[in-house]
């Protein structure tokens, strides 16, 4: 089959979206199919990449925004007449209440051409939205959404209630299959962390946080607690991983960073910025336990990451992390904002170790059921036509 996969961003723009994309790009590819990628020519942070590129073998088609609305709110509809005439058996949208999804729904119908998305759980808390999205999103529900929704041949969510939340939006309930994001194979594997170690100067207790520096993924909350924790473990330090890729996300790091010293944590806490893959590796074979602490969190590919390397999860209740993580079994979950019941669940890992060596080994087992070889089985079906599931 031929299949253009549109989501609007891609590597080397980092995210949960673009590493599923990624992933399951590879897996088809290598099954013998040709995937293309369409998506947004300008990064997160404003800059524009190459019009054409390969990455990892993957063709990728990039398209220049003729308007933005916000982070993710920007109009390319360039990729339009070369989605029609492409001759795609599939067309796979990602991310759902986004320009381009609704013009992918629409070039289904017109090409002929099998149309699936994957909603990728758009449905943040009012709260960390902007005043702009907080007024469109009702209205795009109301007015867009329904007839979107029923466009598509197949929507796929990421979870359970992802599934519930679209079928209340238009979407037929015949048509919605649940499939959750996968992990590779290499997070299995052992990954040497003496270089990464020496590079950040790194020693005891390594709690880890791997993910963009984002408001949703709450890291003011984690800072709050690990001020408690570090009173408790003298040898605990704090690394926070990941680029700020967006000036609202660079004004957020700058945030943290002053928190940092307000609290009085600044010498055990590293902002390690953007990190190569083999770094991401070694960082998740060197922590002694992985926090995502999300706000808002639609799935979380690095819990299974994290996860599949053996380590203890802390998480949030949240819709993603919950339907993963089994409390008490394969991680920890608390309620999302509350610094005071992460900080006691931390210490309690870090101080119990039956618990967390329970805790590991119960996170592997879970993680070895999320290979990106099982997801594809059951995207390939979709794309066959064969009965959601």
């Given at each position: 089959?031929?299949?253009?996969?549109?989501?609007?961003?891609?590597?080397?723009s980092?995210?949960?979206?673009?590493?599923?994309?990624?992933?399951?790009?590879?897996?088809?590819?290598r099954?013998?199919?040709?995937?293309?990628?369409?998506t947004?020519?300008?990064?997160r942070d404003?800059?524009?990449?190459?019009?054409q590129?390969?990455?990892?073998n993957?063709?990728?088609?990039?398209?220049?925004?003729?308007?933005?609305?916000?982070?993710?709110?920007?109009?390319?509809?360039?990729?339009?007449p070369e989605?029609?005439?492409g001759?795609?058996?599939?067309?796979?949208?990602?991310?759902?209440?986004?320009?381009?999804?609704?013009?992918s729904?629409?070039?289904?119908?017109?090409s002929?051409?099998?149309?699936?998305?994957?909603?990728?759980?758009?449905?943040?808390?009012?709260?960390?939205?902007?005043?702009?999205?907080?007024?469109?999103?009702?209205?795009?529900?109301?007015?867009?959404?329904?007839f979107t929704?029923?466009?598509?041949?197949?929507?796929?969510?990421?979870?359970?209630?992802?599934?519930e939340?679209?079928?209340?939006?238009?979407?037929?309930?015949?048509r919605?299959s649940?499939?959750?994001n996968?992990?590779?194979?290499?997070?299995?594997?052992?990954?040497d962390?003496?270089?990464?170690?020496?590079?950040?100067?790194?020693?005891?207790?390594?709690?880890l946080?791997?993910?963009?520096i984002?408001?949703?993924?709450?890291?003011?909350?984690?800072?709050?607690?690990?001020?408690?924790?570090?009173?408790e473990?003298?040898?605990?330090r704090?690394?926070?991983a990941?680029?700020?890729?967006?000036?609202e996300?660079?004004?957020?790091?700058?945030?943290?960073?002053?928190?940092?010293?307000?609290l009085?944590?600044?010498q055990?806490?590293?902002?390690?910025?953007?990190?190569?893959?083999?770094?991401?590796?070694?960082?998740?074979?060197?922590?002694?336990?992985?926090v995502?602490?999300s706000?808002?969190?639609?799935?979380?590919?690095?819990?299974?990451?994290?996860?599949?390397?053996?380590?203890?999860?802390?998480s949030?209740?949240?819709?993603?992390?919950?339907?993963?993580?089994?409390?008490?079994?394969?991680?920890?979950?608390?309620?999302?904002?509350?610094?005071?019941?992460?900080?006691?669940?931390?210490?309690?890992?870090?101080?119990?170790?039956?618990?967390?060596?329970?805790?590991?080994?119960?996170a592997?087992?879970?993680?070895l059921?999320?290979?990106?070889?099982?997801?594809?089985?059951?995207?390939?079906?979709?794309?066959?036509?064969?009965?959601?599931?």
């Open positions: 089959m031929k299949i253009a996969q549109v989501c609007p961003y891609f590597l080397p980092e995210g949960g979206v673009e590493r599923h994309v990624l992933n399951t790009s590879e897996e088809l590819a099954r013998g199919h040709e995937v293309h990628v369409f947004n020519a300008q990064s404003m800059g524009l990449l190459p019009s590129d390969q990455v990892r993957i063709p990728v088609h990039r398209f220049k925004p003729v308007a933005k609305l916000g982070e993710f709110g920007s109009l390319w509809p360039g990729f339009f989605i029609l005439a001759g795609f058996d599939v067309i796979h949208a990602h991310s759902f209440r986004h320009p381009h999804t609704d013009i729904a629409w070039s289904g119908r017109l002929g051409s099998k149309s699936v998305l994957t909603s990728h759980s758009p449905f943040h808390p009012p709260g960390v939205r902007g005043p702009l999205a907080r007024g469109l999103v009702p209205l795009y529900d109301r007015v867009v959404a329904p929704l029923r466009a598509f041949d197949n929507v796929v969510a990421l979870t359970p209630g992802e599934a939340l679209l079928a209340s939006l238009g979407a037929p309930r015949g919605i649940v499939i959750p996968g992990v590779e194979s290499i997070h299995f594997q052992t990954a962390y003496r270089a990464f170690e020496r590079k950040f100067g790194l020693d005891g207790t390594v709690l946080y791997l993910g963009r984002n408001r949703t993924k709450g890291l003011d909350t984690l800072l709050q607690s690990f001020a408690y924790v570090a009173k473990h003298n040898d605990a704090l690394v926070l990941g680029p700020a890729t967006s000036k996300e660079v004004d957020y790091l700058d945030m943290l960073n002053q928190l940092t010293q307000k009085g944590v600044s055990r806490v590293t902002f390690t910025g953007r990190l190569t893959e083999e770094d991401k590796l070694a960082a998740l074979e060197r922590c002694s336990l992985f995502l602490p706000v808002y969190e639609p799935f979380g590919i690095v819990l299974l990451e994290a996860a599949a390397h053996g380590k203890v999860i802390v949030t209740r949240t819709e993603g992390p919950q339907s993963i993580i089994r409390h008490g079994v394969n991680g920890v979950l608390v309620q999302p904002g509350d610094p005071t019941a992460l900080a006691v669940s931390l210490v309690r890992v870090l101080s119990d170790e039956p618990y967390r060596a329970r805790l590991s080994s119960q592997r087992a879970m993680a059921g999320y290979t990106w070889g099982a997801i594809v089985d059951r995207l390939e079906s979709i794309y066959r036509g064969e009965v959601p599931s």
